[in-house]
């Protein structure tokens, strides 16, 4: 999946909340805590876009791409940019830019979420009112 780079295009931002405990011993955010900021991205992300309902709405990852271009320090200042950039039957994919103050890209991301129901424990096809939201956000 290619990853849009051009900031521009990335309506929703949300700042990173560091934690100490995000470092690794070499002094800086261990690449697996980007997961975590991604997954912060995007339940914001969903939240604001589609007013979620988590409880009633499922949803898994299906797939998740992580880009590290440069390393992230405890303290600098950086946000996650997401957009979506497909909406298909069952599934949507986000792409994520995490970007420092000077708007250098620190990682690009992407994910592909997968509408799923936990009770039959199977895919299904994503909800209009949903995908309408998403793809009018959007302008897909």
């Known amino acids: 999946m290619e990853i849009d780079n051009s900031i521009e295009n990335y ?12 470092m690794d011993a070499f002094g800086h955010v261990n690449n697996a805590v980007f997961a975590s900021y991604l997954e912060e991205a995007r339940v ?28 992230l320090k405890y303290a600098d200042q950086v946000e996650i940019l997401i957009k979506c950039n497909k909406v298909g039957s069952k599934s949507f994919d986000l792409n994520y830019l995490i970007i420092n103050k000077m708007k250098e890209i620190i990682c690009q991301a992407s994910t592909i979420m997968v509408y799923f129901n936990y ?14 939201k998403i793809m009018s956000f959007e302008n897909l």
């Open 11 to 22: 309506k929703i931002k949300r700042n990173v909340q560091q934690r100490w405990s995000d």
């Open 119 to 132: 009770k039959t424990q199977e895919s299904e096809v994503i909800p209009n009112p949903i995908k309408e």
């Open 44 to 71: 914001y992300y969903l939240d604001e876009i589609v007013k979620w309902d988590w409880k009633i709405n499922g949803l898994i990852l299906a797939s998740m791409t992580i880009n590290y271009r440069k390393p």
